[in-house]
Each structure stands twice: as structure tokens, then as C-alpha cells.
């Protein structure tokens, strides 16, 4: 099983990314997937999932109506398109593969990708 993200860089205050985490070596269109960032000296939180069709998603506060999750099964790949970012956005963005349990808990994910670092600066 593999993850890869990927997509980040700096932007400006007010800009826009899209990160994809690319998966190999299981049936992806069966897993519910999320994006988790951690910012330096914070915690990990959750920021975004999507189940297995595209159809439910969910948001943490701080980015709904900003970002937009999504995922193309047949490329084996899921989406984050974080817009309006704000330096507060600024981490390390995870993409995992969630095995049961709380959609934003961490501990419901089993594999993790290693990480596109984003960083919203003027």
C-alpha cells in the first residue's frame, strides 16, 4: 500500500493549490479517504474526507467553504483544492486511508502518505 501526495509549495495570502495523493496497491474506489495537515509545534487535525463514491464529504470548520475534496477512482487518485488559503493553512498536508471508526479521528486511518508541505506567505 502507497500514498502519495503531492501539490504543495508557497502561495500567497488569498491563493489557491491543489494537492493529489496518488494510491497504489489496494481497491481504492472501496476505501472512505481524508486529508489531515499538521502545522510546526501544533497537533495533527483533520481538514477533509470523502467516501468511496465521491458522494459524502465532510469538511472541518476552519475550511469548509474553502476547500473542496475530491477523487477520481479510475485514476486512482483524490483531490484537494484549497482556495482563499490564509496563513493559518500553513503544514504539512497528509492524505490517509481511513479502516474504520470516527471520519476525523486519526486513529480510524491506517495508512499515510509522507506529506506536501504548504506554506501561505507574502
Known amino acids: 500500500v502507497q500514498l502519495q501526495a503531492s501539490g504543495g509549495g508557497l502561495v500567497q495570502p488569498g491563493g489557491s493549490l491543489r494537492l493529489s495523493c496518488l494510491v497504489s496497491?489496494?481497491?481504492?474506489?472501496?476505501?472512505?479517504m481524508g486529508w489531515f495537515r499538521q502545522a510546526p509545534g501544533k497537533e495533527r487535525e483533520f481538514v477533509a474526507g470523502?467516501?468511496?463514491?465521491?458522494?459524502?464529504?465532510h469538511y472541518a470548520p476552519s475550511v469548509k467553504g474553502r476547500f473542496i475534496i475530491s477523487r477520481d477512482n479510475a485514476k486512482n487518485t483524490m483531490y484537494l483544492q484549497a482556495n482563499s488559503l490564509k496563513p493559518e493553512d500553513t503544514a504539512v498536508y497528509y492524505c490517509?486511508?481511513?479502516?474504520?471508526?470516527?471520519?476525523?479521528?486519526?486513529?480510524?486511518?491506517?495508512?499515510w502518505g509522507q506529506g506536501t508541505l504548504v506554506t501561505v506567505s507574502s
Open positions: 490517509a486511508r481511513r479502516m474504520g471508526g470516527g471520519f476525523s479521528d486519526g486513529p480510524s486511518y491506517d495508512y
Open positions: 496497491g489496494f481497491t481504492f474506489s472501496s476505501y472512505y
Open positions: 470523502i467516501n468511496w463514491s465521491g458522494g459524502i464529504t
